[in-house]
Nanobody
Framework: QVQLVESGGGLVQAGGSLRLSCAAS????????MGWFRQAPGKEREFVAA????????SYADSVKGRFTISRDNAKNTVYLQMNSLKPEDTAVYYC?????????????????WGQGTQVTVSS
C-alpha cells in the first residue's frame, strides 16, 4: 500500500513558477513508476508527466514539454513537478499517482494509487 500527499499548489500569475511535491509512504516507492495528472473544471483528467523508478525514462504531455520538469528523490520518497512559464490554461487540480510497475505511464488507469490533489491556479 502507498499513500500519496501532494503539496506546493497555489495561486500564481502567468509566467510564474511553482514546484509541486508528492510525498509517498510505504516501502515500495523506489520500485514504483510515478506520474502527475491534472483535471480542470468540466474536463477529464489528463496526463502531465511520468517518471520510471530510477528516473531513466521520463515522459511529458506536449502541452507542458519544455516548461515542466518531473524528478524524484527515492531517498526522500518524494516526486516533484517543477512548473515554469505557467499559463492560465495550466489551472487545474494536480494529482500524483503511483504504479506497482517500475515504469511510468501516460494512462491514468494504469496507476494503482492516487493522492488527494493540490490546486494550481494561474491568473492572467
Amino acid at each position: 500500500q502507498v499513500q500519496l500527499v501532494e503539496s506546493g499548489g497555489g495561486l500564481v500569475q502567468a509566467g510564474g513558477s511553482l514546484r509541486l511535491s508528492c510525498a509517498a509512504s510505504g516501502r515500495t516507492f523506489s520500485s514504483s513508476g510515478m506520474g502527475w495528472f491534472r483535471q480542470a473544471p468540466g474536463k477529464e483528467r489528463e496526463f502531465v508527466a511520468a517518471i520510471s523508478r530510477l528516473g531513466a525514462s521520463i515522459s511529458y504531455a506536449d502541452s507542458v514539454k519544455g516548461r515542466f520538469t518531473i524528478s524524484r528523490d527515492n531517498a526522500k520518497n518524494t516526486v516533484y513537478l517543477q512548473m515554469n512559464s505557467l499559463k492560465p490554461e495550466d489551472t487545474a487540480v494536480y494529482y500524483c499517482a503511483a504504479r506497482r510497475d517500475y515504469r511510468g505511464s501516460v494512462l491514468y488507469h494504469e496507476y494503482d494509487y492516487w493522492g488527494q490533489g493540490t490546486q494550481v491556479t494561474v491568473s492572467s
